[in-house]
């Protein structure tokens, strides 16, 4: 049972452009969401969180938007650069599983010049 | 560059053979995890150990075990290793027991022929 999914394997988005990357979840018990890039050939690096008593924080070029009533979450990149094609990875953590992360299976962001 | 250090970087063995791999987390860094990322699926947390007590466990068989030592350096044994093993493992550090920002080792790739 996937409790974190990331419907699409892939966007291509032009240069200068907004990507949006969607995240969807299952367990309502997730407080904490966090989002992770990944380039080839390099473990995950983490870009941003949020917590479940927000509904929007921003870093930068990148918001991550929380609905809690749908259960699922955003990742807004503003405007998009080549340096931005990456893996973007979804996880999402309960307080009562002392925060272990799940994962999504990520979103292959491609950024076209 | 996350200071999480993994060692080698690819592995290539046969089935039926033990292999292990080794992380060194950031320094000051308490816990360690270790995770699984199978073709084109997510990171599958395998297990976490926090100043040399195992804290938690996740998917990791019964075939795979690990052991954190004093000098907080951390090793993944995988014996009896099957083609399905193959798989890029992943360690991870965060300086406290709770699993939010984890920073990411370059991974180990496993072949298993």
């Known amino acids: 049972d996937q409790q974190v999914k990331q419907n699409s394997p892939s966007l291509s988005v032009q240069e200068g452009r907004i990507s949006i990357l969607n995240c969807d979840y299952t367990n309502s018990m997730f407080d904490y969401f966090l989002w992770y890039k990944k380039y080839p050939a390099e473990g995950p690096t983490f870009l941003i969180s949020?917590?479940?008593i927000k509904d929007k924080n921003e870093d930068g070029r990148f918001t991550v938007f929380l609905n809690k009533s749908a259960k699922h979450l955003s990742l807004h990149i503003v405007p998009s650069q080549p340096g931005d094609s990456a893996v973007y990875f979804c996880a999402a953590s309960a307080r009562r599983s002392n925060y272990q992360l799940i994962w999504g299976a990520g979103t292959k962001l491609i950024i076209k010049p | 560059d996350s200071g999480v250090t993994q060692t080698p970087k690819h592995l290539i063995t046969a089935t039926g053979q033990r292999v292990t791999l080794r992380c060194s987390p950031r320094?000051?860094?308490?816990?360690v995890y270790w995770y699984q990322q199978s073709l084109d699926q997510g990171l599958q947390f395998l297990i976490q150990y926090y100043n040399g007590e195992e804290r938690a466990k996740g998917n990791i068989l019964e075939r795979f075990s690990a052991q954190q030592f004093p000098d907080l350096h951390s090793e993944l044994n995988l014996s009896s290793l099957e083609l399905g093993d193959s798989a890029l493992y992943f360690c991870?550090?965060?300086?406290?027991?709770?699993?939010?920002?984890?920073?990411f080792g370059p991974g180990t790739r496993l072949t298993v022929l």
């Open positions: 991870a550090s965060s300086e406290g027991e709770a699993y939010n920002e984890q920073f």
């Open positions: 320094s000051g860094d308490l816990s």
């Open positions: 949020i917590s479940s």
